[in-house]
Nanobody
Framework: QVQLVESGGGLVQAGGSLRLACAAS????????MGWYRQAPGKQRELVATITSGGSTNYADSVKGRFTISRDNAKNTVYLQMSSLKPEDTAVYYC???????????????WGEGTLVTVSL
């Protein structure tokens, strides 16, 4: 099995910073893309940022210049450094990873349970 466990969420004031982490564990041969999505109350889940195994990144326009995604391939971990946080960043943040369990198997996408980020005025 493959598990993704997020950490680092919490309550922060507007303008503050938080760092999320997501560690993948279990039967893992390799991990392709990893990323972060978020879902605010009453809204659909949306892409925040993604990063390839080679380190290429992609960001939603709403977080460009404020959030930075990175990964540690040796630890199977992806991070999201969030700065200049705004109340509209309040959401449950989910990590995702495209995992190949065996060298001969196809990659599948796995999701974490989510971590809540609340930004207050």
């Amino acid at each position: 099995q493959v598990q993704l466990v997020e950490s680092g969420g919490g309550l922060v004031q507007a303008g503050g910073s938080l760092r999320l982490a997501c560690a993948a564990s279990g039967t893992i041969s390799s991990i392709n893309g990893m990323g972060w999505y978020r879902q605010a109350p009453g809204k659909q889940r949306e892409l925040v940022a993604t990063i390839t195994s080679g380190g290429s990144t992609n960001y939603a326009d709403s977080v460009k210049g404020r959030f930075t995604i990175s990964r540690d391939n040796a630890k199977n971990t992806v991070y999201l450094q969030m700065s200049s946080l705004k109340p509209e960043d309040t959401a449950v943040y989910y990590c995702t990873a495209e995992v190949r369990k065996y060298t001969w198997s196809s990659a599948m996408v796995y999701w974490g349970e989510g971590t809540l980020v609340t930004v207050s005025l």
